[in-house]
């Protein structure tokens, strides 16, 4: 098998994978990366149709990432009650990746919640409970939750990194908050927390 043919396999891998993502900014980065590639491959076998289809595809995805990525998006986030319908009927639909994160009894032990919302859209949830920690008066997050088309990091980076007013109005001095999947890990080191050392609690100062 020649390069070329190797090179043509890995841009149709590429393509399909594109497909199966749920954020849309991930779907045109990745198929305007295999559509390149594609280009390379259709103009090294001399298939001009081919190559002309994926310039088109390129351009296509390009246009629509830097029209998503100009977007002002409007962020809320609204407190509610934890027996209030909506909320039983959001964490019923999303109990299995929810329960997976942050493990079966994380909803039981908050005390709190509230929806996180994006352009209008409920885009999590958010579990948490008043503590103590160090001596501030903390707030221990059990479930911080962001449904798949909208974790782009952008619903985080919004609430505990730009605007950390819904904290503050409750008179927090800091988060902490526990993680039994590591798969979480990546996503709250980017907001800012940190581990504390022989324990598996995470903090951030606000």
Not at 117 to 140: H, M, Q, V
């Amino acid at each position: 098998m020649s390069f070329i043919e190797i090179l043509g396999y890995i841009a149709s891998v590429i393509v399909f994978i594109s497909l199966t993502m749920k954020s849309l900014v991930k779907l045109r980065i990745i198929n305007a990366a295999g559509s390149v590639l594609f280009v390379i491959f259709a103009l090294s076998t001399s298939s001009f149709p081919t190559a002309v289809l994926n310039i088109g595809i390129v351009i296509i995805d390009v246009y629509y990432f830097l029209k998503m990525i100009r977007v002002q998006d409007n962020f809320e986030i609204m407190y509610v009650e934890k027996d209030n319908p909506l909320v039983s009927r959001f964490y019923n639909k999303n109990h299995k990746e929810i329960e997976k994160l942050f493990g079966a009894k994380a909803f039981s032990q908050s005390k709190k919640a509230a929806f996180f919302f994006r352009n209008d859209d409920i885009a999590g949830l958010l579990a948490y409970s008043p503590a103590e920690f160090d001596g501030e008066k903390t707030a221990e997050i059990f479930i911080d939750f962001v449904v798949p088309e909208y974790r782009d990091l952008a619903v985080g980076r919004h609430f505990f990194v730009k605007d950390l007013s819904f904290w503050k109005n409750q008179g927090y001095e800091c988060l902490i908050t526990r993680v039994p999947d590591k798969v979480h890990v990546p996503y709250i080191r980017r907001l800012g927390f940190v581990h504390e050392h022989n324990s598996g609690i995470w903090t951030k100062r606000i």
